[in-house]
């Protein structure tokens, strides 16, 4: 049995408890909401610009502490591992993967109340994402493009996802200033003033 690579042992490691799993976000992990612009250039007739919402959430450790975070990434069965300037960090994008993470915590609280607050607010941007998530893909036969997301979500959702990233903006030290995307003509109606 020598001679299992890396990658087998590492897949062969015991999962972490529920416990720990919590007590490793709570003092490494980061919340955000992410309004992002995704532009298609490569488009018949001209370019496409499309906007959307997405959670994200990380864990940052110290290079040397891969191994966890590898531990980490195979007990909650998401996320991407990435390495560079000394860090490691576990990066979760999709709503489904976000739903883990407040499955996680339903019942238990984090330590620290700001924490706490910024997660609530996060959860519930989670949860509205959650509820439009289309298990199709989001094309045609026959139709030129895509369907538009915006199209099926309720005006009231658009706005409290605006409102969320906004209240979340004081528990960031780094986030003071204006958010980028938020003045555009999509956004603009839903944005806070």
Not at 1 to 22: C, V
Not at 33 to 44: E, M, N, P, T
Not at 96 to 122: C, H, M, P, R, Y
Request: charge should be positive; proline fraction near 2%.
């Amino acid at each position: 049995m020598d001679d299992i690579s890396d990658d087998e042992n590492n897949m062969m490691a015991k999962p972490i408890s529920k416990q720990l799993l919590r007590k490793i976000i709570d003092e490494n992990g980061c919340f955000s909401l992410i309004y992002r612009r995704d532009r298609h250039l490569d488009r018949a007739g001209g370019k496409k610009i499309y906007f959307y919402f997405r959670p994200h959430f990380v864990v940052t450790m110290k290079e040397d502490k891969k191994e966890l975070l590898n531990q980490v990434r195979d007990s909650l069965g998401c996320g991407k591992i990435t390495t560079g300037r000394g860090q490691a960090r576990l990066d979760i994008f999709s709503p489904t993967d976000a739903k883990v993470i407040v499955d996680l915590f339903s019942g238990s609280k984090l330590s620290n109340s700001l924490d706490q607050d910024e997660f609530q607010l996060w959860a519930e941007a989670v949860r509205i994402l959650s509820r439009y998530r289309k298990n199709k893909v989001n094309a045609e036969k026959g139709k030129r493009g895509f369907v538009s997301v915006w199209e099926t979500i309720e005006t009231e959702d658009i706005r409290r996802l605006f409102r969320i990233r906004e209240e979340m903006k004081k528990y960031k030290k780094w986030k003071k200033r204006e958010y980028r995307w938020t003045n555009t003509r999509l956004a603009s109606p839903f944005a806070l003033r």
